[in-house]
């Protein structure tokens, strides 16, 4: 009987599922604006069983009573339904704002990226914090499109990168670096640890510019730093221990080679070997290390450590109405030759509070204080001039001699200055002061005072010693020190009044009126004197007071503002924003001291429009920008640039003796205004499946009344004056994308940016050209109409000469000698571009430029059950350098020493060679003191920029400890880099006319562990 009863009951309860499952579940899918949704996913949780909503929002599904239907679209939150009933129901998905709340920093506050209007570019903080950075630049190197960092030394204490930031490309012939904003106060970037930023914005147009002004022509990067938030304290400790040394380094040959190269130099001149077959086997087999040398300088000189190493600590946290953050780093970066260092000192303090319902106060205190040490040699020798020795010294020329006595050439040795422990020492303090109160006098209004406080002061001792290479002869007649002082202190003040509201939650309104204060001064002292009675005292009183001197100089420079932005969006899917700044400077004259600068913008994110819905499952995000606006530039021509300057020094007799005089040598111009960059440009942001952002822009930005030198006719008997006459277009486009996903356990992400520039000069001050000459007065370059700012200019080649007889036939009309030489089988072949028949300064031309037309960036990151990897690469293409004189090397004694790529030249059983023939000296027909595009090298590159590899430790076993968080990582900055330039030379290396010789600190490549710890 039990058995029946069970079987019934069973059989019931399986007809109640049955008829369960058989229920129909109806219902509408809509977003938060009453809009049906079309192909939203329907399922039971858990299952396979769904469905997608119709064109009309509408599902129909079977479920059982009690079931969960998970609901979900990209680009919305998921939404999860109990089943009780058949419905019909109706489900409202909310967005996933994610991406659209995220807030970037723009000029004077914060936006919503999805409401921005201008083009703005920004990079995370974990892409610059947890790196083993000597530079916050290099952290931001490749990181954005259209923001070019150029990177050119590796020395302890000096950031070039900072100084060759270039936004949509070089604009001016003046000062093109971008204006840079710290917490709100125009600073520089150096001075910041890394760990402490927060945020870094790029304001790249004239849309998102324009709100500062006359100083924001060649684009403005804003940075926060870190700020406390409400909630218990939290420490953090960071530390990273690394090693550095060169990228790339040429190679030269050894004392062997250059012998055999050095007679046959002389052979193709006519000469008689200087070498014998012994001579060179000795030097090859260096069994006479003091008669036949074979000294590897590269090897002496690199001997520094290159040790580096960094730690951070900073403590956060507090209540509702008082939030802190505190911080105090360390850099210690040892370099790659004896004598360099760089020991710096960051402490930051960032307090916010609230005094009052309505008023609240913040406060930032930020120092830094550097330590910086950089080698120098006898008669004022700075350091530049050990790697002009060092390209140039000669193998053949011994370090020490048998006695330990010094070898040495005219120039001198530079180990033995490196022994000397000569430096240069400088100390440099950097204090920042930042405080505001800001009074709420209504929910939509509110007011708020800023002032900011900046003062650097440094001090350098700068001893050079005179060096005793043997007991007959020291280099340097006196030991000299000169020694200097310099500091500056800008204050402003910022008065802000800021409105916002919404009306009926679709018309969105802001507006920000501001006035800015602004006071700069600067003051430099500089004293001389030599003959020290002991060359470690470094103090003026122990030197004589013969051929004393003494400097200085002070600046003054003031600035009022007015400005003020309006932003406003319908249903935050019509966009605009106007912005207005008008600028009063000290620089100018009166009736020309005032400019205003506007700008405006607007967008329309048309994927919220009814028509995208249809595409809305693939394009979830769609934005259109069109910008246009007016910048300035005042950072131009000095500090007093329109007023009659006295010189003094020039003396005249007067009543039969010599009197002190004084008078006006330039031509001053009363009439200088603002440079002006009129920038426009056109702009769509775009989302895929909610996981691939798209940015692509084009711009063009055109700068007029360039700031220029101008001719003054002989009978005015004054110098030159400045004129606003020049004009520059910068035009291109930008492409970002960034995707992230997930497969099983492993998060990843990848994305690339990648930007074209076009630079032109559309004008010069007199129309003509205008030359560019090395310190030999050869020109190596061109300002041009219609051509690149920065353009070698110089002759074409086509190959080598391989007879006389094609030599004759070249030039029938003749030719200009080079170096005082005619050309001879193995030598260049110079193209007459003209085609006159001759060849002569006519026929040169513009043959490439310094500044990239492509500039790209990519990355990869993954992360897997707490294994972490990033991978970031960086590169140009469309740009040219140029090595001459010791950087290529030339046969000339022991003051030089060619590369090995002397070794494949021609000759007439070596016709296909990559380089011409021998000669003596650098003043040949084919040798690179000719510009030609033979010399001017393709520096396009791809560099791996950052590799890191981190493990966290499982919060299970710290939690035990009391600790939040552990990360152990590797670091590699510039680990390999791929390119055609000249072998051992970084496609980076700065063009000038002393490095384009190899005289400059070599950018490095370093290894690094580092270690993370929250408490």
């Given at each position: ?35 049906a ?13 769904g ?23 990209i ?16 489900i ?35 892409d ?15 990181k ?18 900072e100084n ?78 690394g ?7 040429a ?24 070498y ?21 300088w ?9 040790f ?8 956060s946290g507090?209540?509702e ?95 033995a200055?490196?022994?000397s ?103 430099y ?7 020290l ?53 000290s ?16 967008g ?24 246009w ?92 004056f400045y ?30 940016n ?208 009391g ?53």
């Open positions: 009987m039990r058995q029946k009863f069970l079987f019934l009951i069973l059989a019931l309860f399986g007809l109640m599922l049955q008829a369960t499952a058989q229920t129909t579940v109806t219902g509408i899918v809509k977003d938060s604006s009453g809009e949704i079309i192909g939203a996913s329907v399922i039971v949780t858990g299952t396979t069983n469905t997608v909503t119709d064109f009309d929002g509408n599902f129909t599904l079977k479920a059982n009573q009690g079931d969960e239907l998970t609901i979900s679209y680009g919305y939150v998921n939404q999860t339904v109990k089943v009780s009933g058949s419905g019909p129901f109706t409202i998905l909310k967005e996933d704002n994610e991406i659209l709340e995220e807030v970037v920093v723009v000029g004077y506050g914060t936006q919503k990226k999805a409401n921005l209007t201008g083009s703005v570019s920004s990079v995370d903080s974990k610059v914090g947890n790196r083993a950075l000597t530079s916050l630049a290099m952290g931001m190197q490749g954005m499109a259209g923001v070019q960092i150029k990177n050119t030394t590796g020395r302890p204490g000096v950031d070039d990168s060759s930031i270039r936004i949509r490309g070089t604009g001016t012939f003046n000062n093109a670096s971008p204006m840079i904003i710290v917490d709100g106060m125009e600073s520089t970037m150096y001075q910041l640890d890394p760990n402490d930023i927060e945020s870094i914005s790029v304001l790249k147009d004239a849309a998102s510019a324009a709100i500062y002004g006359s100083k924001a022509a060649n684009g403005v990067i804003v940075i926060t730093t870190k700020r406390g938030k409400a909630g218990k304290a939290q420490i953090n400790y960071s530390a990273t221990f090693w550095s040394k060169p990228t790339r380094l190679k030269y040959v050894n004392s062997a080679e250059y012998a055999e190269l050095t007679n046959e130099a002389r052979a193709n001149e006519g000469y008689d070997p200087l014998t077959a012994q001579d060179i086997e000795l030097f090859r087999n260096g069994s006479d290390p003091y008669g036949h040398p074979n000294t590897d590269y090897d002496l000189m690199y001997q520094g450590s290159g580096q190493m960094t730690h951070n600590v900073n403590m507090g209540t109405d008082v939030r802190y953050m505190v911080s105090a780093g360390y850099t210690d970066l040892n370099g790659i030759i004896k004598n360099f260092s760089n020991d710096r000192y960051n402490i930051r303090m960032n307090l916010d509070a609230n005094l009052t319902k309505r008023l609240e106060a913040s406060f930032s205190m930020a120092y830094t204080r550097e330590d910086v040490v950089k080698p120098t040699g006898p008669d004022n020798h700075n350091q530049d001039y050990f790697f002009y020795l060092l390209t140039k010294l000669s193998p053949m020329v011994p370090c020490y001699l048998e006695n330990g006595d010094y070898g040495y050439i005219g120039d001198g040795n530079p180990i200055w490196l022994d422990g000569s430096t240069a020492d400088q100390i440099r303090n950097n204090l920042q002061l930042v405080g505001s109160l800001k009074y709420n006098i209504l929910p939509e209004l509110s007011f708020k005072v800023m002032t900011s406080y900046k003062a650097y002061s440094g001090e350098t001792h700068d001893m050079h010693k005179a060096v005793r290479y043997n007991q007959n002869y020291i280099h340097g007649s006196v030991d000299k020190l000169t020694e200097n002082l310099y500091s500056d202190f800008r204050i402003s003040n910022d008065f802000l009044l800021e409105y916002t509201k919404t009306l009926q939650d679709v018309h969105h309104l802001h507006a920000l009126a501001g006035y800015h204060t602004e006071y700069y001064r600067d003051h002292i500089d004293a001389y004197r030599e003959d009675a002991n060359s470690n005292l470094y103090e003026l009183d122990a030197a004589g007071t013969k051929n004393q001197s003494s400097a200085g100089s002070r600046h003054e420079l003031s600035m009022l503002s007015w400005f003020g932005r309006v932003n406003y969006d319908y249903l935050g899917r019509y966009l605009f924003e106007a912005n207005l700044r008008y600028d009063g400077t620089r100018f004259a009166s009736g020309h001291r005032w400019g205003a600068f506007p700008s405006v913008s607007a329309w994110r048309f994927s919220d429009e009814k028509f995208w819905r249809p595409l809305a499952n693939v394009v979830d995000n769609a934005k259109l920008r069109i910008s606006g007016q910048l300035g530039n005042q950072d131009i021509a000095g500090y007093y640039p329109t007023v009659s300057m006295l010189t003094l020094g020039q003396n005249y007799a007067f009543n039969g003796s010599i009197s002190p005089g004084a008078v006006t040598k330039k031509a001053v111009n009363k009439d200088l205004k603002w440079e002006t960059t009129t920038t426009w440009g056109i702009g769509f942001d775009m989302t895929f499946f909610n996981q691939l952002n798209v940015i692509l822009d084009y711009y063009n930005k055109t700068t007029d009344g360039i700031l220029m030198p101008v001719n003054t006719p002989v009978t005015f008997a004054l110098e030159d004129d606003n006459v020049g004009k520059v277009r910068n035009s291109g486009f930008e492409l970002s994308l960034n995707y992230h996903g997930r497969i099983g356990k492993v998060n990843y992400q990848v994305g690339g990648f930007a074209y520039n076009k630079n032109t000069i559309l004008k010069m001050s007199d129309g003509g050209d205008q030359y560019v000459s090395d310190s030999n007065g050869a020109v190596y370059a061109i300002m041009r109409e219609g051509e690149s700012m920065n353009s070698f200019f110089g002759y074409k080649t086509d190959g080598f000469f391989q007879s006389q007889a094609e030599i004759d036939a070249a030039y029938p009309n003749g030719y200009t000698q080079f170096g005082g030489r005619s050309p001879k089988p193995g030598d260049l072949k110079y193209v007459d571009i003209n085609g006159d028949g001759k060849l002569d300064a006519n026929d040169r031309t513009v043959l490439g430029s310094w500044s990239p037309s492509y500039t790209f960036g990519f990355h990869l990151g993954a992360d897997w059950k707490g294994f972490d990897l990033m991978a970031s690469f960086q590169g140009a293409a469309g740009v040219n350098g140029y090595v001459t004189r010791e950087g290529v090397g030339y046969v000339n004694g022991d003051a030089s020493k060619p590369s090995t790529l002397w070794l494949d030249h021609w000759t007439p059983a070596n016709t296909n060679a990559k380089m011409p023939r021998l000669i003596q000296g650098m003043e040949g027909w084919s040798m690179p003191t000719t510009t030609s595009d033979f010399w001017m090298q393709d520096a396009s590159y791809l560099r791996l920029k950052t590799l890191q590899i981190g493990y966290t430790l499982p919060k299970s076993l710290l939690n035990k400890m600790i939040s968080n552990v990360r152990i990582f590797y670091t590699g900055e510039n680990l390999f880099t791929i390119t055609s330039f000249m072998e051992g030379y970084d496609p980076e290396a700065p063009v000038t006319d002393d490095n384009m010789k190899g005289n400059y600190y070599p950018q490095i490549k370093s290894h690094s562990v580092g270690l993370n710890v929250t408490f």
